[in-house]
């Protein structure tokens, strides 16, 4: 099988690396202004693989998007909009895209899958696939499970099906709409255990899982999703890489934020914690995590002082 993959960050070359190594024919795109792909081109290295020969790159939109019927898309959350309207203007009739990056929409709280669909004006099929694992572990073949959903179940199944292996168990995915949301919205969970992290608060991460979950299912419900969904893969069953692992770079984010620590990498959940915002406000579901985290962030408030508020609110029965 055929697949491209654009973007040649930390994802995007693991995903060309692992569709290689399931034995299909990859090309990886990447601009070729950007660090990661000249590195790539010279050296066929990175921090974390070394990138197999058979893997073609190429900085030409065009010549990738033309050369498979499976796109992998791993470029920034908020670089899409403009990115879709990029690739609409060349001939996508029939591919499938899978969107492998995890994030909403900062100024609209949009769904990323929404955003591609309202951009590309042809007829194509979208996935994403999310859950947890580090591109770290992965590659020395240490197994995880991640979901793969799209509203196609045929598509669901052919990525599933190319792409299964002994170190990535699939499973398919049956709402859109709440593993897009929980897997945006673990990142803010993961930015918040950071933040714990560096007040030496570690030991509230646990009420941190059990209330952020409850907070985002009710979202998810009030937008029309299973809220049953929150307690999957997509959303709790990726705490453990994203609030412990120290492979999280939105958990590092937190605890460097806080520490007041330079971080150089991208963490989605500091945009994504906006976007959630917008649809806290829309949808009228409260999210005490995620008002808090946005403003230590955002707003330049105490973080200690948010923390404080946020765990010592008035008493309540713990409803599930």
């Known amino acids: 099988m055929k697949v491209t ?31 990661n792909y000249q590195k790539l081109l010279q050296t066929r290295t990175n921090d974390y693989l070394l990138l197999p020969q058979q893997i073609q790159l190429t900085n030409s939109l065009e010549e990738a998007v033309a050369f498979a019927e499976l796109i992998f898309i791993a470029i920034s959350a908020q670089e899409l909009r403009g990115f879709a309207k990029q690739l609409n203007s ?4 029939g591919k499938s895209f899978v969107l492998c990056m995890k994030g909403l929409e900062v100024n609209t709280g949009e769904r990323l899958t929404r955003v591609m669909k309202e951009e590309i004006q042809q007829p194509v099929h979208v996935a994403i696939w999310v859950g947890p694992g580090h591109v770290q572990d992965f590659v020395q073949d240490i197994p995880n ?10 598509v669901t199944k052919l990525i599933v099906d190319s792409l299964g292996s ?5 499973y398919y995915g049956e709402d859109v709409l709440g593993n897009e949301i929980g897997a945006a919205a673990k990142n803010v969970i993961g930015i918040a255990a950071g933040i714990l992290d560096g007040l030496g608060y570690s030991s509230l991460k646990g009420a941190l899982m059990a209330r952020g979950t409850k907070e985002i299912a009710r979202l998810v419900k009030a937008m029309g999703g299973n809220e049953l969904t929150v307690y999957g893969l997509g959303h709790l069953g990726d705490y453990e890489a994203t609030v412990f692992s120290k492979h999280s770079h939105n958990r590092r984010f937190g605890e460097a934020f806080v520490k007041q620590e330079p971080f150089e990498k991208l963490a989605e959940g500091a945009a994504t914690v906006k976007a959630l915002l917008h649809l806290s406000a829309k949808y009228d579901v409260e999210l005490p995590i995620c008002q808090a985290v946005n403003a230590v962030l955002w707003e330049e408030q105490d973080a200690r002082d948010q923390i404080m508020k946020l765990f010592m609110r008035p008493v309540k029965f713990e409803t599930i």
């Open 145 to 154: 499970c991640m979901v793969i959903d799209s509203d196609d179940s045929q």
């Open 5 to 35: 993959v654009l973007g040649c960050g930390r994802w995007g070359s693991f995903l060309s690396w692992y569709a290689n190594k399931q034995g299909h024919d990859v090309k990886l795109w990447g601009r070729e202004a950007s660090r």
């Open 166 to 170: 002994e170190t990535i168990r699939f």
């Open 90 to 93: 060349l001939n996508l009739a």
